[in-house]
T-cell receptor, first 112, second 113 residues
Framework: QKEVEQNSGPLSVPEGAIASLNCTYSDRVSQSFFWYRQYSGKSPELIMSIYSNGDKEDGRFTAQLNKASQYVSLLIRDSQPSDSATYLC????????????FGAGTRLTVKP | DAGITQSPRHKVTETGTPVTLRCHQTENHRYMYWYRQDPGHGLRLIHYSYGVKDTDKGEVSDGYSVSRSKTEDFLLTLESATSSQTSVYFCATGSGGVGETQYFGPGTRLLVL
């Protein structure tokens, strides 16, 4: 079992729809959770971080964390073609101490 | 992130040759990291540094060594490159701690023939 799992996709949504990206992690003591966006051929850039159970909103993005279920998700409202990218889930603060563990990413395509 | 640069950005080399990749930061971050990114595996940590001359191994450290002689520079060396080390290498920096955000450099594409 991978430490951080994501559906590889591709996930395709129409412009204006809600895109839902999911991630599960295996290290129960993990404390910090991140979503990065990576455009093709580019480096990852941070979108959201979340540390407590519940929802955290930032503009069109909402991160959701459920530590009991070891589950973190990212919702993108009013999806735009410019949101088309690969989204990486990352988890830190578990038994690996300072190691950040990344999922393989979910590729999102937003169709005009 | 303009505060993190990597050199070279692209490199083609032959099996058995040594290769050194450089990461330079102007962020004054204490922590620096080297990752490799391969299809289906995502980003995997190779080595990291938590200060000048202080380094530790990551998940996939075999065949790699690192050095950090200055806060701003973190070098990754492939002592004898193999085809399995063909990858995209990213440097990242952060302030450290379990809540830290890591910021990534532009990446280096390495092809080992």
């Amino acid at each position: 079992q991978k430490e951080v799992e994501q559906n590889s996709g591709p996930l395709s949504v129409p412009e204006g729809a809600i895109a839902s990206l999911n991630c599960t992690y295996s290290d129960r003591v993990s404390q910090s959770f991140f979503w990065y966006r990576q455009y093709s051929g580019k480096s990852p850039e941070l979108i959201m971080s979340i540390y407590s159970n519940g929802d955290k909103e930032d503009g069109r993005f909402t991160a959701q964390l459920n530590k009991a279920s070891q589950y973190v998700s990212l919702l993108i409202r009013d999806s735009q073609p410019s949101d088309s990218a690969t989204y990486l889930c990352a988890v830190n603060g578990g038994n690996n101490n300072n190691d950040m563990r990344f999922g393989a990413g979910t590729r999102l395509t937003v169709k005009p | 992130d303009a505060g993190i640069t990597q050199s070279p950005r692209h490199k083609v080399t032959e099996t058995g040759t040594p290769v050194t990749l450089r990461c330079h930061q102007t962020e004054n971050h204490r922590y620096m990291y080297w990752y490799r990114q391969d299809p289906g595996h995502g980003l995997r940590l190779i080595h990291y540094s938590y200060g000048v001359k202080d380094t530790d191994k990551g998940e996939v450290s075999d065949g790699y060594s690192v050095s950090r002689s200055k806060t701003e520079d973190f070098l990754l060396t492939l002592e004898s490159a193999t085809s399995s080390q063909t990858s995209v290498y990213f440097c990242a920096t952060g302030s450290g701690g379990v809540g830290e955000t890591q910021y990534f450099g532009p990446g280096t594409r390495l092809l080992v023939l």
